[in-house]
């Protein structure tokens, strides 16, 4: 463990002042409420940087990959790779529900 | 460049499938109605998604429901959409399916860029997220 020292809004420190109480107050409570909100506010940035990829599969193998699917595009060509012999994936799933909105037209 | 149709804010924009080498329309620009109640990325008319190739790609299929609880089966495909205003190509799920007579850009695409909506002096702006 690592002592480090940041200033904080009075508003906050009292917040988790509270908190800490709330658990149960007992030795490095704040500690733990700090490391896991932090933890999950870098996972959360990370990811934001890591951003979607792209693969070319062939099966379960990935032939290619890239950040962008002009770079795909790109890739494929260098490697003599033909698209019919891959599927197209990206590194976030196709979520399964999509919202159109209603849109009203004159008869 | 973004503006209004109407009351409809509408971003011109170009739709590309880097994989086939191919683009709609072939030259220029088309319009894209912004769809806020649209959460995804991009739906477009099914002519459009077989021009561009995606029907020959690797696809699959999702459901999806309009505002009003109708059940819609969608036919999805990895494409690019590219914006000459702010010159982005922004990859994402392009989706089509029986009722999609627009194309229309949804919050998917959106939230990878500061869109500036004033209906006050009629201006509807984009610019990429710093």
Redesign the interface.
Known sequence: MTNVTFSLPERTVKRLRRQAAESGGRKGAISEIVDSALTAYLDSAEEARRG?T?AAKRGEEVVAEAG???D??DA?KRKGID??S?????SEP??????????LKPA | MSSFSGLTPILRLALRNDILGLTHPLVGTTVGIVDTGFDGFVAVPEPVFDELGMDRLSGATSPGKTADGKPLELRACLGTVYLPAIARALDGQVLTGAGVDEILVGTKLLRRLRATLDYCTGAFRVEPCR
């Open positions: 979607e792209f962008t699917l002009k795909l595009a494929l698209w019919r891959v599927r197209i994936v990206s196709l979520e399964p529900v999509v919202h159109f909105g209603l849109r």
